[in-house]
């Protein structure tokens, strides 16, 4: 069976017992939260490892292939328009589809949030690199390390042609392993399923939110379904665009569900690989730069949730300065959050209100509730930014097979 068909069903499954399954009863709401929990390290058990050998491995064969400056380059320029494309496109439609106010939250804050950009540029650098292993949640130290790594390795092809043939090997074993985790995590997808939409469920019953749910899905399909298909067929001459939309199902599935992108880009590296042809050396370093610098849809989250508040809390015109000013302070958050894997959305928005100020700094709290269906809308997008963006720069390469749909895993 596809993978992506055991993550459909196992949807399908976790909705269904968040409905059957006697939540009053303490134990089994514990049970749910513990399997959720589990199921989560699971995922990203073998994400670390698998990382740190393939992009060694593959920073050694790009640049051996004087390949590496394309690369870097066609990562960058798709990180920064994809962003700035999508706060654009979240602003547009914000401001086109009048949403009903939001009642204020009489709320307090409790503590103020903050990014820390200081203490996340000293942990790329960490006294001992032997640190980078230990957080599973901020992968840029990692992919700096193994980077100097497979630099190193290829300023001298001699001396260190043991150390490659290791490194490919164990790249290979652990994407094996890898292989093995995302097709069992199918069994995972049920509890964070199931955990999803019992908060779901719960926050349908006062319909407040409801009109705000309904844009942000309008806004992932509007990108997943239309602009990046249409962009890869008549900007980039792709015959068959909608077959990378096809091959990101199973990784869609978990980023929208779980909020997690780390936990989503196992699953895309498999996929990326196995059906879409990717070879090791650029879906190792695509998918993980894209995950971490590539957060446009946590900008377009932003922006859009940051205007509803606005209007929730007045009806008068946003000045064009202002909207200027939100768009880009949305974009600018988004490439410090790649150490924020969940609920990136939501804390984008709390430094956003607090930028803001003018009596704004807890306005946030108007959408507490729904700070996971934002994470979710976020993720999904930037999880689609990563697969279309690494079939592209794989394209470019020429670093793909192409495969039949009925071979897709």
Request: charged share 15%; glycine share 6%.
């Amino acid at each position: 069976m596809k993978i992506w068909i055991k993550y459909v069903l196992a949807s399908i499954l976790g909705s269904l017992a968040a409905f059957l399954l006697p939540l009053n009863i303490t134990s089994v709401q514990k049970a749910i939260d513990f399997l959720t929990e589990i199921s989560i390290r699971f995922g990203r058990y073998m994400l670390v490892p698998l990382l740190f050998f393939s992009m060694v491995l593959a920073i050694y064969k790009l640049r051996n292939k004087e390949n590496l400056f394309k690369t870097a380059l066609y990562v960058a320029a798709i990180s920064l328009i994809t962003s700035l494309v999508l706060v654009f496109l979240g602003i547009l439609t914000t401001l086109l589809v009048k949403l009903p106010r939001i009642p204020i939250s009489v709320e307090k804050m409790t503590n103020s949030a903050s990014l820390d950009i200081p203490t996340r540029l000293l942990d790329i650098f960490p006294i001992t690199s032997f640190s980078v292993f230990l957080d599973g949640n901020f992968l840029l130290p990692l992919l700096v390390l193994a980077g100097f790594i497979g630099a190193g390795c290829a300023s001298d092809t001699n001396a260190s042609k043991l150390t490659v043939n290791l490194f490919d090997s164990l790249s290979k074993v652990f994407f094996a392993v890898m292989s093995f985790f995302v097709d069992m995590f199918a069994f995972g997808m049920i509890f964070i399923t199931c955990t999803w939409t019992i908060l779901f469920k719960d926050l349908l019953r006062s319909g407040v939110f409801t009109p705000l749910i309904l844009l942000l899905a309008g806004e992932f399909i509007l990108i997943a379904f239309i602009l990046y298909p249409l962009v890869l067929k008549f900007v980039f001459k792709e015959k068959t665009p909608y077959r990378v939309l096809y091959a990101s199902t199973a990784s869609l599935i978990t980023a929208f569900f779980s909020g997690d992108i780390n936990l989503s880009l196992g699953v895309a590296i498999k996929h990326l690989k196995e059906s879409l042809g990717l070879k090791r050396r650029i879906a190792a370093v695509t998918a993980p730069v894209f995950s971490v610098f590539a957060r446009g849809g946590t900008a377009l989250v932003t922006a859009t949730a940051f205007i509803v508040i606005l209007r929730s809390y007045s009806g008068l015109i946003i000045p064009f300065g202002e909207i200027i000013w939100i768009g880009f302070i949305s974009f600018l958050i988004s490439f410090f959050l790649g150490g924020i894997p969940i609920g990136g959305a939501f804390l984008s928005l709390t430094i956003l209100c607090s930028f803001y100020g003018r009596g704004f700094d807890a306005a946030y709290l108007l959408l507490k509730p729904m700070a996971f269906v934002l994470g979710s809308f976020a993720t999904a997008i930037d999880t689609s930014t990563m697969m279309f963006g690494s079939y592209f720069v794989g394209s470019r390469l020429k670093m793909n097979e192409h495969r039949e749909l009925k071979k897709y895993i």
